[in-house]
């Protein structure tokens, strides 16, 4: 499979990345590990993931499949009674562990709301990951400690925010990158557009990174796009990579290639990992009404865990007992999470109007003593 990068031919590039100009009108997929977990050679990637060594490629296993039970344990969660509500991740783990892993600590992510296993690789405490789910709070975490911006439900306003961000980082003379996540169906919202040709027009280091999982809630993607996604960005003059989203290492050199392009200069790309959802949009939906069961099984047989554990054993790098030490990790993890969640105490219901806005505000004091006068009814009545 040769390997593609999608890229406007009149933008200024480093030298480190003029070799990736394969021309614009491809629609193939950069794949390093194949469905059956075999490792591809030839590709223009390549050499952004030689320094994987047999131990990282443990860890990113079990990242994914860690994540993978966080999910599930959520899920049961929602199904408990004990969250409103959960977006799962069942499919993107590479997507997600692949690009998280390949940041560093001073990167800046902005996401929307099915980026649990971004949190988690951001070092999202377990108590924050389930708190906004399940209304404890209008958010979940310090931004400024972890360099990741609370989950965005807004569809696509995250990436408005990213290229703030960017701006900020190129006024200050940083290196950091700025990196957005959103959906298919974000690519279709005014506010990714307009985000990338702010991007484009000041040449930002921002990344936009897309989780084509094809579905926007019940609508396919090919309904929003004629085209493969990643031929969108070269419009707005960001150049942009279209990779295999269920393989992890692919993933990871598409990201890195990106951080590198935007560290030295080179500006904004626009990733399509291309990727699916095998389950709901979130816990209030039932994709059974409008996806075909084969469709889901032709993408389950792409598995991104069970490709890279095919790979890791035919390579000889699943020893004995890594299985179990992950089982182990991710039945702890779990635990965690769930105890976390059952256990965080309920707020004052009266703290709703708190951290609404930074300065006080006189027409929110008038609510905030209103709902107090409401809420004093109730005490009144025992």
Same mark, same amino acid.
């Given at each position: 499979?040769?390997?593609?990068?999608?890229?406007?031919?009149?933008?200024?590039?480093?030298?480190?990345?003029?070799?990736?100009?394969?021309?614009?009108?491809?629609?193939?997929?950069?794949?390093?590990?194949?469905?059956?977990?075999?490792?591809?050679?030839?590709?223009?990637?390549?050499?952004?993931?030689?320094?994987?060594?047999?131990?990282?490629?443990?860890?990113?296993?079990?990242?994914?499949?860690?994540?993978?039970?966080?999910?599930?344990?959520?899920?049961?969660?929602?199904?408990?009674?004990?969250? @409103?509500?959960? /977006?799962?991740?069942?499919?993107?783990?590479?997507?997600? +562990?692949? &690009?998280? =892993?390949?940041?560093?600590? $001073?990167?800046?992510?902005?996401?929307?709301?099915?980026?649990?296993?971004?949190?988690?690789?951001?070092?999202?405490?377990?108590?924050?990951?389930?708190?906004?789910?399940?209304?404890?709070?209008?958010?979940?975490?310090?931004?400024?400690?972890?360099?990741?911006?609370?989950?965005?439900?807004?569809?696509?306003?995250?990436?408005?925010?990213?290229?703030?961000?960017?701006?900020?980082?190129?006024?200050?003379?940083?290196?950091?990158?700025?990196?957005?996540?959103?959906?298919?169906?974000?690519?279709?919202?005014?506010?990714?557009?307009?985000?990338?040709?702010?991007?484009?027009?000041?040449?930002?280091?921002?990344?936009?990174?897309?989780?084509?999982?094809?579905?926007?809630?019940?609508?396919?993607?090919?309904?929003? @796009?004629?085209? /493969?996604?990643?031929?969108?960005?070269?419009?707005?003059? +960001?150049? &942009?990579? =279209?990779?295999?989203?269920? $393989?992890?290492?692919?993933?990871?050199?598409?990201?890195?290639?990106?951080?590198?392009?935007?560290?030295?200069?080179?500006?904004?790309?626009?990733?399509?990992?291309?990727?699916?959802?095998?389950?709901?949009?979130?816990?209030?939906?039932?994709?059974?009404?409008?996806?075909?069961?084969?469709?889901?099984?032709?993408?389950?047989?792409?598995?991104?865990?069970?490709?890279?554990?095919?790979?890791?054993?035919?390579?000889?790098?699943?020893?004995?007992?890594?299985?179990?030490?992950?089982?182990?990790?991710?039945?702890?993890?779990?635990?965690?999470?769930?105890?976390?969640?059952?256990?965080?105490?309920?707020?004052?219901?009266?703290?709703?109007?708190?951290?609404?806005?930074?300065?006080?505000?006189?027409?929110?004091?008038?609510?905030?003593?209103?709902?107090?006068?409401?809420?004093?009814?109730?005490?009144?009545?025992?």
């Amino acid at each position: 499979m040769r390997c593609v990068l999608l890229i406007t031919h009149d933008l200024p590039l480093s030298s480190d990345h003029q070799e990736l100009d394969d021309g614009p009108e491809s629609d193939e997929l950069i794949q390093l590990i194949t469905q059956d977990g075999e490792r591809t050679q030839g590709s223009v990637l390549q050499r952004w993931i030689q320094d994987v060594t047999d131990e990282q490629l443990g860890s990113l296993y079990e990242d994914m499949v860690v994540i993978r039970r966080i999910d599930t344990e959520a899920t049961y969660l929602q199904r408990q009674g004990e969250l @409103a509500l959960w /977006p799962p991740l069942l499919g993107q783990e590479a997507a997600q +562990i692949g &690009s998280a =892993r390949s940041l560093r600590k $001073d990167d800046f992510v902005f996401s929307s709301y099915r980026e649990s296993g971004v949190a988690y690789c951001r070092g999202v405490d377990f108590e924050d990951l389930t708190r906004v789910w399940r209304g404890n709070s209008h958010s979940s975490w310090d931004p400024f400690v972890l360099n990741m911006a609370t989950p965005q439900v807004i569809i696509g306003a995250q990436t408005l925010h990213a290229t703030g961000y960017a701006m900020g980082i190129k006024n200050d003379g940083a290196d950091s990158v700025a990196v957005t996540y959103f959906g298919d169906g974000a690519t279709s919202q005014g506010d990714v557009n307009e985000a990338m040709v702010f991007a484009s027009s000041f040449q930002l280091p921002v990344i936009f990174f897309c989780q084509n999982n094809h579905w926007a809630i019940s609508e396919p993607v090919s309904l929003q @796009a004629s085209v /493969p996604l990643s031929r969108r960005a070269p419009g707005f003059g +960001i150049p &942009s990579l =279209r990779v295999d989203g269920n $393989d992890v290492l692919a993933v990871m050199a598409a990201t890195r290639s990106a951080l590198d392009r935007a560290r030295s200069g080179g500006g904004p790309t626009f990733i399509e990992a291309v990727t699916y959802r095998m389950g709901p949009h979130t816990t209030a939906d039932d994709p059974h009404r409008y996806r075909n069961v084969d469709e889901l099984a032709g993408w389950a047989a792409k598995d991104p865990i069970a490709r890279l554990e095919k790979y890791l054993k035919s390579s000889g790098r699943f020893i004995d007992g890594f299985q179990r030490l992950v089982a182990d990790k991710s039945d702890a993890v779990a635990h965690a999470m769930r105890e976390a969640c059952k256990n965080m105490l309920d707020p004052e219901p009266i703290t709703v109007f708190d951290n609404v806005f930074s300065e006080p505000h006189a027409a929110l004091t008038r609510q905030k003593e209103a709902y107090a006068h409401y809420l004093s009814t109730f005490a009144a009545a025992e």
